[in-house]
């Protein structure tokens, strides 16, 4: 059974920063044979697919925070990353982490472990 833990969100100004944080917990440790991403939700809304990283260090990321997000994954520490700059108003909404232990991950459907949330307030 897998478990994320999702930290780093709070309240913070337009323009500034936030680094969050998911670690996975079972999954052998230093391995690299997962996908991890990064959504978010507002309320009466869809869940919205935010960012990716493959075993192989692909990523991807959806246009609304191209040159602002950076997703990145620690493998020794079974974490993944979410380093947030030039936080926006539309940015404000609660944020997963997702995993799944393939190498790469089409949709959001394909994931099959999720964290709780962190809430990201944008004013």
């Known amino acids: 059974h897998v478990q994320l833990v999702e930290s780093g969100g709070g309240s913070v100004q337009a323009g500034g920063s936030l680094r969050l944080s998911c670690v996975a917990s079972?999954?052998?440790?230093?391995?690299?044979?997962?996908?991890l991403a990064w959504f978010r939700q507002v309320p009466g809304t869809e869940r919205e697919g935010v960012a990716r990283?493959?075993?192989?260090?692909?990523?991807m990321y959806t246009d609304a925070v191209k040159g602002r997000f950076t997703i990145s994954r620690d493998n020794a520490k079974n974490t993944v990353y979410l380093q947030m700059n030039s936080l926006k108003s539309e940015d404000t909404a609660l944020y997963y982490c997702?995993?799944?232990?393939?190498?790469?991950?089409?949709?959001?459907?394909?994931?099959?472990?999720w964290g709780q949330g962190t809430q990201v307030t944008v004013s």
């Open positions: 997702a995993t799944e232990p393939m190498g790469w991950v089409l949709t959001l459907g394909g994931f099959g472990y």
């Open positions: 079972t999954f052998t440790p230093g391995s690299s044979r997962y996908c």
């Open positions: 990283i493959g075993s192989d260090g692909k990523v």
